[in-house]
Protein backbone atom coordinates (compact mmCIF):
# COMPACT_ATOMS: atom_id res chain seq x y z
CA UNK A 1 0.00 0.00 0.00
CA UNK A 2 2.81 2.21 1.10
CA UNK A 3 4.92 1.70 -2.99
CA UNK A 4 1.61 2.13 -4.67
CA UNK A 5 1.53 5.48 -2.90
CA UNK A 6 4.79 6.74 -3.30
CA UNK A 7 4.06 5.77 -7.01
CA UNK A 8 0.72 7.64 -7.31
CA UNK A 9 2.33 10.77 -5.28
CA UNK A 10 5.67 10.60 -7.85
CA UNK A 11 3.35 10.27 -11.07
CA UNK A 12 0.85 13.38 -9.85
CA UNK A 13 3.82 15.30 -9.57
CA UNK A 14 5.40 14.82 -12.61
CA UNK A 15 2.25 15.07 -14.11
CA UNK A 16 1.94 18.54 -12.55
CA UNK A 17 5.63 19.59 -13.18
CA UNK A 18 4.98 18.36 -16.82
CA UNK A 19 2.37 21.00 -17.02
CA UNK A 20 3.76 23.81 -15.18
CA UNK A 21 6.83 23.11 -17.95
CA UNK A 22 4.17 23.53 -21.19
CA UNK A 23 2.06 26.44 -19.62
CA UNK A 24 5.60 28.03 -19.15
CA UNK A 25 6.87 27.18 -22.22
CA UNK A 26 3.87 29.00 -23.81
CA UNK A 27 3.95 32.16 -21.50
CA UNK A 28 7.17 32.50 -23.23
CA UNK A 29 6.38 31.53 -26.39
CA UNK A 30 2.95 33.25 -27.05
CA UNK A 31 2.08 35.37 -23.95
CA UNK A 32 5.03 37.37 -23.69
CA UNK A 33 5.06 37.98 -27.77
CA UNK A 34 1.15 39.09 -27.99
CA UNK A 35 2.25 41.47 -24.64
CA UNK A 36 5.67 42.69 -26.44
CA UNK A 37 3.49 43.14 -29.71
CA UNK A 38 1.02 45.08 -28.06
CA UNK A 39 3.26 47.65 -26.02
CA UNK A 40 5.58 47.93 -28.94
CA UNK A 41 1.99 48.85 -31.45
CA UNK A 42 1.59 51.44 -28.48
CA UNK A 43 4.93 52.78 -28.43
CA UNK A 44 4.59 53.70 -32.24
CA UNK A 45 1.18 55.06 -32.10
CA UNK A 46 2.71 57.36 -29.41
CA UNK A 47 5.49 58.17 -31.29
CA UNK A 48 3.50 59.14 -34.64
CA UNK A 49 0.53 61.33 -32.43
CA UNK A 50 3.59 63.26 -30.78
CA UNK A 51 5.40 63.61 -35.01
CA UNK A 52 1.90 64.35 -36.43
CA UNK A 53 0.86 67.10 -33.48
CA UNK A 54 4.25 68.86 -34.68
CA UNK A 55 6.53 68.01 -31.80
CA UNK A 56 10.20 68.23 -32.89
CA UNK A 57 12.40 64.96 -32.85
CA UNK A 58 14.53 64.60 -30.05
CA UNK A 59 18.36 63.71 -30.17
CA UNK A 60 19.18 62.67 -34.22
CA UNK A 61 21.51 64.12 -35.34
CA UNK A 62 20.97 66.52 -38.26
CA UNK A 63 23.00 65.56 -41.72
CA UNK A 64 26.52 66.76 -41.96
CA UNK A 65 30.51 65.81 -42.68
CA UNK A 66 30.36 62.84 -42.40
CA UNK A 67 33.59 63.27 -40.07
CA UNK A 68 32.71 65.84 -37.94
CA UNK A 69 33.25 65.64 -34.36
CA UNK A 70 29.99 65.87 -32.11
CA UNK A 71 29.93 68.45 -29.71
CA UNK A 72 31.80 68.15 -26.80
CA UNK A 73 29.65 67.35 -23.33
CA UNK A 74 26.32 67.17 -24.79
CA UNK A 75 24.05 65.92 -22.95
CA UNK A 76 22.04 63.19 -23.07
CA UNK A 77 19.23 64.09 -25.39
CA UNK A 78 16.95 60.77 -24.80
CA UNK A 79 15.07 60.16 -21.30
CA UNK A 80 15.76 56.91 -20.05
CA UNK A 81 12.94 53.98 -21.28
CA UNK A 82 11.73 56.90 -23.96
CA UNK A 83 10.95 56.08 -27.22
CA UNK A 84 12.22 58.24 -29.90
CA UNK A 85 12.53 56.69 -33.34
CA UNK A 86 11.16 53.91 -35.74
CA UNK A 87 13.22 51.43 -37.25
CA UNK A 88 12.45 49.06 -40.63
CA UNK A 89 13.89 46.23 -41.59
CA UNK A 90 12.82 45.30 -45.44
CA UNK A 91 14.40 42.00 -45.40
CA UNK A 92 11.94 41.21 -42.57
CA UNK A 93 9.32 41.76 -44.23
CA UNK A 94 7.27 44.79 -45.39
CA UNK A 95 5.22 45.06 -42.20
CA UNK A 96 8.60 45.04 -40.01
CA UNK A 97 8.46 48.13 -37.86
CA UNK A 98 9.76 48.71 -34.55
CA UNK A 99 10.09 51.10 -31.69
CA UNK A 100 13.92 52.61 -30.80
CA UNK A 101 13.73 53.36 -27.07
CA UNK A 102 16.56 54.73 -25.04
CA UNK A 103 18.18 51.97 -22.87
CA UNK A 104 18.71 48.74 -23.36
CA UNK A 105 17.49 47.55 -19.36
CA UNK A 106 15.35 44.21 -19.59
CA UNK A 107 12.26 46.49 -18.87
CA UNK A 108 13.24 48.38 -22.18
CA UNK A 109 13.70 45.42 -24.53
CA UNK A 110 10.36 44.04 -23.70
CA UNK A 111 8.53 47.00 -25.70
CA UNK A 112 10.94 47.66 -28.47
CA UNK A 113 14.61 47.51 -29.15
CA UNK A 114 17.07 49.53 -27.23
CA UNK A 115 19.58 52.00 -28.12
CA UNK A 116 22.99 52.02 -26.16
CA UNK A 117 22.89 54.99 -24.41
CA UNK A 118 26.75 55.37 -24.36
CA UNK A 119 26.61 55.39 -28.03
CA UNK A 120 25.97 58.08 -30.64
CA UNK A 121 22.92 59.69 -31.50
CA UNK A 122 20.60 58.63 -34.64
CA UNK A 123 22.54 60.04 -37.96
CA UNK A 124 25.50 61.42 -35.68
CA UNK A 125 29.03 60.94 -36.64
CA UNK A 126 30.19 57.63 -34.28
CA UNK A 127 28.42 54.18 -33.96
CA UNK A 128 24.56 54.28 -33.28
CA UNK A 129 24.01 51.18 -31.79
CA UNK A 130 20.90 49.57 -31.02
CA UNK A 131 19.89 45.49 -29.46
CA UNK A 132 17.09 43.56 -29.67
CA UNK A 133 15.62 40.02 -28.68
CA UNK A 134 16.08 37.34 -30.93
CA UNK A 135 13.39 35.25 -29.40
CA UNK A 136 10.55 36.01 -26.45
CA UNK A 137 8.90 39.79 -26.02
CA UNK A 138 7.68 39.61 -30.02
CA UNK A 139 10.87 37.99 -31.14
CA UNK A 140 12.10 41.34 -33.17
CA UNK A 141 15.31 40.20 -34.37
CA UNK A 142 14.71 36.32 -34.82
CA UNK A 143 15.64 36.69 -38.51
CA UNK A 144 18.54 38.13 -37.79
CA UNK A 145 20.78 35.60 -39.41
CA UNK A 146 19.46 36.47 -42.89
CA UNK A 147 21.18 39.82 -43.00
CA UNK A 148 22.82 40.68 -46.00
CA UNK A 149 24.97 43.44 -47.15
CA UNK A 150 23.56 45.86 -48.66
CA UNK A 151 20.28 45.25 -46.93
CA UNK A 152 18.32 48.31 -45.92
CA UNK A 153 17.79 49.58 -42.19
CA UNK A 154 15.68 52.43 -41.92
CA UNK A 155 15.44 55.04 -38.71
CA UNK A 156 12.52 57.64 -38.90
CA UNK A 157 12.75 60.03 -35.55
CA UNK A 158 9.77 62.08 -37.53
CA UNK A 159 11.12 64.85 -39.30
CA UNK A 160 14.46 62.77 -41.07
CA UNK A 161 14.51 59.58 -42.58
CA UNK A 162 18.14 57.86 -42.04
CA UNK A 163 18.99 55.05 -44.56
CA UNK A 164 21.91 52.43 -43.17
CA UNK A 165 23.41 49.71 -45.77
CA UNK A 166 24.51 46.81 -44.08
CA UNK A 167 27.82 46.11 -44.69
CA UNK A 168 28.67 42.32 -43.78
CA UNK A 169 27.07 39.30 -42.45
CA UNK A 170 25.99 38.73 -39.08
CA UNK A 171 29.08 38.11 -37.27
CA UNK A 172 29.37 36.43 -33.86
CA UNK A 173 31.42 37.03 -30.53
CA UNK A 174 31.06 36.86 -26.93
CA UNK A 175 28.10 39.05 -24.45
CA UNK A 176 31.68 41.23 -23.49
CA UNK A 177 32.91 42.33 -26.44
CA UNK A 178 31.70 46.15 -26.03
CA UNK A 179 34.54 47.17 -28.64
CA UNK A 180 31.73 46.19 -31.13
CA UNK A 181 29.62 49.27 -30.18
CA UNK A 182 32.54 51.36 -30.47
CA UNK A 183 32.89 54.51 -32.63
CA UNK A 184 34.80 52.46 -35.00
CA UNK A 185 33.72 49.40 -34.37
CA UNK A 186 35.95 46.61 -33.34
CA UNK A 187 35.86 43.92 -36.57
CA UNK A 188 33.58 45.68 -38.28
CA UNK A 189 36.45 46.38 -40.95
CA UNK A 190 35.84 50.48 -40.92
CA UNK A 191 39.21 52.11 -40.78
CA UNK A 192 38.13 56.02 -39.96
CA UNK A 193 34.92 57.52 -38.37
CA UNK A 194 31.64 57.22 -40.15
CA UNK A 195 28.50 57.27 -39.55
CA UNK A 196 27.47 53.64 -38.47
CA UNK A 197 24.92 51.31 -37.05
CA UNK A 198 25.53 48.47 -34.93
CA UNK A 199 22.61 45.83 -34.53
CA UNK A 200 22.90 43.41 -32.07
CA UNK A 201 21.21 40.49 -30.47
CA UNK A 202 21.56 36.87 -28.48
CA UNK A 203 23.20 33.56 -30.06
CA UNK A 204 22.19 31.09 -30.59
CA UNK A 205 18.75 31.40 -31.41
CA UNK A 206 16.89 30.45 -27.81
CA UNK A 207 20.20 31.09 -25.84
CA UNK A 208 22.42 33.75 -24.64
CA UNK A 209 25.82 32.38 -24.34
CA UNK A 210 27.02 34.48 -27.83
CA UNK A 211 25.99 38.01 -29.55
CA UNK A 212 25.44 38.37 -33.14
CA UNK A 213 26.46 41.60 -34.48
CA UNK A 214 25.90 43.73 -37.69
CA UNK A 215 27.32 46.77 -39.03
CA UNK A 216 25.88 49.70 -41.22
CA UNK A 217 26.81 52.76 -42.34
CA UNK A 218 24.56 55.36 -43.01
CA UNK A 219 23.44 55.90 -46.93
CA UNK A 220 21.00 58.58 -47.30
CA UNK A 221 18.99 60.98 -45.77
CA UNK A 222 15.62 62.32 -46.64
CA UNK A 223 12.93 64.86 -45.14
CA UNK A 224 9.46 62.90 -43.93
CA UNK A 225 7.58 65.98 -46.06
CA UNK A 226 9.09 64.30 -49.32
CA UNK A 227 7.95 60.58 -48.71
CA UNK A 228 8.90 57.42 -47.92
CA UNK A 229 12.54 56.60 -48.70
CA UNK A 230 13.33 54.38 -51.88
CA UNK A 231 14.42 51.39 -49.66
CA UNK A 232 10.70 51.51 -48.45
CA UNK A 233 8.91 51.97 -51.34
CA UNK A 234 9.85 48.63 -53.76
Not at 180 to 203: E, F, N, W
Request: charged share 20%.
Amino acid sequence: MTVRWIVRTLSELCVTTGTLIVLFVCYLLFWTGVRADSAMDQEIGRLQERWSAGAPATGAARPGPATAPAPPGRPRPYGNGAAFAVMYLPRFGAEWSKPVLEGTGTGVLRRGLGHYAVTARLGEVGNFSVAGHRRTYGDPFKDFPRLRPGDAVVVSDGTTWFTYRIDRRPYRTLPDDIGVIDPVPRASGYRGPGRYLTLTTCDPEWGHSHRLITWAHLDATRPVAEGRPPALSG
